[in-house]
């Protein structure tokens, strides 16, 4: 009896893993785990799922490695008979994340990311001063550090003007808050002091967000590991929904 309902466990594993992949514009390797049997699947519960992937492509964005466990889960009884993983409410997992510095850089191209770089705006002595990103680039030369050059419009008191900047910074990990260890200007005339703090801040402000949302899934960094050319991501994941067709 329990090697029957482990069969039936994964066979719902395997179709709710054809679905995820269809899903994915490019996959190298995938597995996908509900951890469950036949009593449990008519109940509506699973122990939890393992999601295992390498080599995924969404929306343009690459992921090097991810590996994702969660909770257990409420799922829909009928739905999962069907081999689809329906989720009854938002589920806690825990998740581990390799980017490479090439994957990192393509991404921040694409169009999907692009879309997501709005202007932003920073207070300096009371005046509002706009920021609309035009380039950057990450460099992750190793020793818990990381690189950036970019390219910004600034707008202040109704005038544009140009910013190329080059950044050191030790990301935030569980002991200690994100330091930026130096800040120099490559472009850019006749730019405050006062503006460039306020950059400064609203950069810190931005890397320390408390969460990052994907879609059906919101991410809580814990702890940001940087290695030669990639960069491991430790974080508590709320997952709302399965992927599905």
């Known amino acids: 009896m329990v090697k029957e309902q482990r069969v039936e466990a994964q066979l719902l594993s395997q179709e709710a893993e054809r679905r995820v992949s269809d899903q994915l514009d490019k996959v190298e390797k995938i597995n996908l785990d509900v951890q469950t049997d036949l009593l449990k699947i008519v109940q509506g519960q699973a122990d939890g799922i393992s999601f295992a992937g390498e080599g995924l492509v969404m929306k343009g964005i690459r992921v090097q490695e991810i590996k ?7 799922i829909n009884p009928f739905s999962a008979l069907f081999g689809q993983i329906e989720l009854n409410q938002p ?18 191209t694409s169009d999907y990311l692009r879309s997501l770089m709005q202007n932003f705006d920073f207070n300096v002595r009371g005046e509002m001063v706009s920021l609309q990103l035009q380039e950057i680039q990450i460099h992750l030369p190793g020793g818990g550090k990381m690189e950036f050059t ?19 910074v030790r990301p935030r990990t569980q002991p200690q808050p994100i330091m930026i260890e130096s800040f120099n200007c490559t472009q850019g005339e006749d730019i405050s002091v006062d503006v460039i703090v306020g950059l400064m801040h609203k950069v810190k402000e931005l890397v320390n967000l408390p969460h990052f949302e994907f879609d059906d899934m919101a991410l809580r960094i814990k702890n940001l590991e940087v290695q030669q050319g990639k960069l491991i991501l430790l974080a508590d994941a709320q997952v709302r929904q399965i992927p599905s067709t």
């Open 91 to 108: 589920v806690n997992a825990s998740a581990r994340i390799v980017l490479t510095e090439v994957d990192i850089n393509r991404a921040l």
């Open 68 to 74: 994702l466990q969660t909770d257990s889960v409420g």
């Open 150 to 168: 970019g390219k910004v419009f600034l707008q202040e008191k109704g005038i544009t003007r140009p910013l190329g900047f080059t950044a050191r």
